[in-house]
């Protein structure tokens, strides 16, 4: 069932409040194909009676441009397993919150990320959005509306652009 926000509560489309139970199934924010996704899935769902996977993804992984070692990978192979643990999820009434698993400040990759994975799965009832996993170094104002930010890279201090989660929360927004 769709949930919204009503004051402090999180509800469903029945007005009852929903309280989410859930954890973390880890492997495809470093690993283009997942480790046992969906048998963890559903030790979680059937057997601890969860009814809210964290699913941590990568952008690079999502568009098939690997990471680290990994140069490429097929991006709808990547997908395909997002949308079988989507399945599986609504499937026991339960929903998957798609982390995007980044650290640091949020730059254009973010938002090209959610313009495409909001888009994607724009009104699917089962899914939540956790647009940016793990702030790190950036003061407030930087964060919510983005700026430039100097970080190091291979030892060199260089000024990236960061766009800030207003920008993401618009993005998905936009899509509908």
Same mark, same amino acid.
């Given at each position: 069932?769709?949930?919204?926000?009503?004051?402090?509560?999180?509800?469903?489309?029945? @007005? $009852?409040?929903?309280?989410?139970?859930?954890?973390?199934?880890?492997?495809? $924010?470093?690993?283009?194909?997942?480790?046992?996704?969906?048998?963890?899935?559903?030790?979680?769902?059937?057997?601890?009676?969860?009814?809210?996977?964290?699913?941590?993804? @990568?952008?690079?992984? &999502?568009? =098939?441009?690997?990471? =680290?070692?990994?140069?490429?990978?097929?991006?709808?192979?990547?997908?395909?397993?997002?949308?079988? !643990?989507?399945?599986?999820?609504? =499937?026991?009434?339960?929903?998957?919150?798609?982390?995007? @698993? #980044?650290?640091?400040?949020?730059?254009?990759?973010?938002?090209?990320?959610?313009?495409?994975? !909001?888009?994607?799965?724009?009104?699917?009832?089962?899914?939540?959005?956790?647009?940016?996993?793990?702030?790190? =170094?950036?003061? &407030?104002?930087?964060?919510?509306?983005?700026?430039?930010? $100097?970080?190091?890279?291979?030892? $060199?201090?260089?000024?990236?652009?960061?766009?800030?989660?207003? !920008?993401?929360?618009?993005?998905? #927004?936009?899509?509908?």
């Amino acid at each position: 069932r769709q949930l919204g926000v009503y004051g402090n509560r999180l509800i469903n489309s029945d @007005h $009852e409040t929903v309280i989410l139970r859930g954890l973390n199934v880890v492997s495809l $924010e470093w690993s283009a194909r997942g480790e046992n996704i969906l048998r963890s899935m559903k030790v979680a769902l059937k057997e601890w009676n969860a009814n809210a996977i964290r699913l941590p993804v @990568h952008d690079s992984f &999502w568009f =098939g441009n690997g990471k =680290g070692k990994v140069k490429s990978n097929d991006a709808e192979a990547y997908r395909q397993i997002v949308d079988d !643990a989507i399945a599986m999820a609504a =499937g026991e009434g339960a929903y998957v919150i798609l982390d995007l @698993h #980044r650290y640091g400040a949020p730059q254009e990759f973010a938002r090209t990320f959610w313009t495409d994975a !909001a888009a994607r799965y724009a009104n699917h009832p089962a899914v939540l959005f956790d647009l940016y996993n793990e702030p790190h =170094g950036i003061g &407030w104002e930087l964060w919510r509306d983005g700026g430039e930010y $100097e970080v190091k890279k291979s030892g $060199e201090k260089v000024t990236v652009q960061v766009v800030g989660m207003q !920008a993401l929360v618009d993005a998905v #927004r936009a899509t509908g």
